[in-house]
């Protein structure tokens, strides 16, 4: 408790009841007593509100699956940069991207892992103004 050993706690109680004197120490403990008793009942409400609005009891969340120190920032990028995928292009896409992503379909996943796609540059016809999005920030 507060990095506080059994002798030092003693000696600092012991200190306590000189300071407050003998005729004020039961008036003392019971302000103490009721401290206690009214944060653990805080706690024990707090609990259960968030158990109302969540829908879950505290007791049954696997505090482990979020610590962060559980995540190395340099594992998490090697996996995803070595996760060799090949997720299907949605219709919106734009053509070359479902170009590039039939290219590395078709080629397999060792030719694609060893090639990188062409760059498809998309240019305006000339005298043509670039799109600008007036509510663009």
């Given at each position: 408790m507060f990095g506080i050993n059994g002798p030092e706690f003693f000696l600092?109680?012991?200190?306590?009841?000189?300071?407050?004197?003998?005729?004020?120490?039961?008036?003392?403990?019971?302000?103490?007593?009721?401290?206690?008793?009214?944060?653990?009942?805080?706690?024990s409400g707090a609990r259960e509100q968030i158990k109302e609005e969540v829908g879950i009891d505290i007791d049954d969340v696997d505090w482990k699956k979020y610590d962060p120190r559980q995540y190395d920032p340099r594992r998490i990028i090697k996996?995803?940069?070595?996760?060799?995928?090949?997720?299907?292009v949605s219709a919106g896409a734009p053509a070359a991207v479902a170009a590039v992503a039939?290219?590395?379909?078709?080629?397999?996943?060792?030719?694609?892992?060893?090639?990188?796609?062409?760059?498809?540059?998309?240019?305006?016809?000339?005298?043509?103004?670039?799109?600008?999005?007036?509510?663009?920030?």
């Open positions: 600092l109680l012991i200190i306590g009841v000189l300071v407050i004197g003998p005729q004020r120490l039961p008036e003392y403990t019971q302000k103490l007593a009721n401290l206690v008793k009214e944060v653990r009942r805080m706690a996996e995803a940069l070595l996760d060799d995928d090949t997720k299907p039939g290219a590395a379909a078709v080629a397999g996943a060792d030719a694609a892992a060893t090639k990188r796609p062409e760059r498809v540059l998309q240019t305006l016809p000339a005298g043509e103004a670039a799109p600008f999005d007036t509510e663009a920030t």
